[in-house]
Structures are given as structure tokens and as C-alpha cells.
């Protein structure tokens, strides 16, 4: 019997929702950054290049403020409990910064790869790396499946020996599904199938 590796994907595969819109939202910054983050989940703009661009926009935010917000988004309970059973084999492999997203991997149990920042202060004062999915990808041990929403996880998708495009908070972009070995739109079903690996 192989043991299966996971890589999920975190904003809108694991959270209920896109975690840049939300602290944006809190922060007074929703319009710009939600243009950005659509732009960026179609494949009309680089991730890199957006990415940049929207720690740019909330740089000056304290990041305990950020942290506060990020731990108050609802996650997917079928996932989270998937992640119970099956921690010593997840990973979230996110965009995201380790400082913002941190506590909430080690809540959930999951080996964390992300961008990264220096933070002094409780600010931001340099973004150090930018993940890419696809080299991410490479580290984790196989077989895997890797679970995703946006058309920055393609090269996540497109290394993994299962290939899931979730659609279980938007639908996932065009060029997911056309990777993808299987679409899936629901939390509950997501974590049936994984189980079956």
C-alpha cells in the first residue's frame, strides 16, 4: 500500500475564501487588491508580478493584524478534519507569507511551503522569496496529489501524479482543468476521493 502525500493548495481550496481580498477588505485596500487577485486567478497576469504588487499594497498593515484576520477565516471542516487524520502527510503549499499564514499550518498540522518575508516590528521591510509551485512541488514525496483552485497552481497540479482542480469556493480556472486528472466541487467529495488513494 503506498502512502500518498497531499499538497493543498490554502486560499479557496482550504479557506472559504481568497485570504488577500479579506484582509483588504479589513484594511480598507478591497478594491485594489481584489482586481489584482482576479487577474491573477484567470492567468492574465504573472503571480509574481501580482504578488509583489499586493504585499506592496499592504506592506504598512501590522502583521499581528494580518495573522488576527487570517485565523478568523472559516476553513473547509471536511479538509480540516482530513488534515487531522492525515497531518504527517499534508502540505499547504501557498503564495502566501510564512508570517501570515504560519500559525494556522501549525494549527492545522501541515508541513508549510510559502513565500517568505523579513518582518521587523511588526512590519513587513523586504519580501525575501515568492513561491514557485512547480519547484515546491518537487519536494514533496511521491506519489502525491495536489489540490488547487487558481491558474497559479498549475505547476503544482502539473507535477503531481493526481491532479485535483477544486471548485468548491469559485470555479477553478480554465487551464487547471484542462491539467487536471480530476475536478472536484465539494469539500466532502474532495476528501472521499483522497481518502481512496
Not at 503571480?47 to 501590522?62: C, D, H, M, N, T
Not at 521591510?125 to 519547484?135: C, M, P, Q
Not at 497559479?152 to 485535483?164: I, K, P, R, S
Not at 469559485?170 to 487536471?180: E, I, K, N, V
Amino acid at each position: 500500500m503506498c502512502n500518498w502525500h497531499f499538497a493543498f493548495d490554502l486560499d479557496g481550496t482550504i479557506t472559504s475564501e481568497e485570504l488577500l481580498p479579506r484582509i483588504a477588505e479589513a484594511v480598507g485596500l478591497r478594491d485594489e487588491i481584489a482586481k489584482l487577485t482576479e487577474l491573477t486567478l484567470a492567468g492574465r497576469i504573472p503571480f509574481a508580478y501580482s504578488f509583489r504588487e499586493r504585499v506592496k499594497l499592504l506592506q504598512g498593515i501590522p502583521v499581528s493584524t494580518v495573522r488576527n484576520i487570517v485565523e478568523s477565516v472559516h476553513l473547509d471542516p471536511h479538509i480540516v478534519a482530513f488534515f487531522q487524520q492525515k497531518a504527517d502527510r499534508c502540505y499547504i503549499v501557498t503564495g502566501n507569507l510564512d508570517v501570515w499564514v504560519g500559525a494556522l499550518c501549525v494549527r492545522l498540522g501541515a508541513q508549510l511551503i510559502s513565500s517568505t518575508a523579513l518582518v521587523k516590528g511588526d512590519r513587513i521591510v523586504d519580501l525575501t522569496s515568492i513561491v514557485d509551485k512547480r519547484v515546491a512541488a518537487r519536494t514533496i514525496p511521491r506519489p502525491f496529489a495536489a489540490i488547487g483552485d487558481g491558474h497559479n497552481d498549475l505547476g503544482m497540479l502539473e507535477t503531481a501524479d493526481v491532479a485535483v482542480a477544486f471548485g468548491g469556493v469559485h470555479p477553478p480556472a480554465p487551464s487547471l482543468l484542462r491539467a487536471a486528472t480530476h475536478a472536484i466541487y465539494d469539500g466532502a467529495a474532495l476528501c472521499r476521493f483522497l481518502r481512496q488513494l
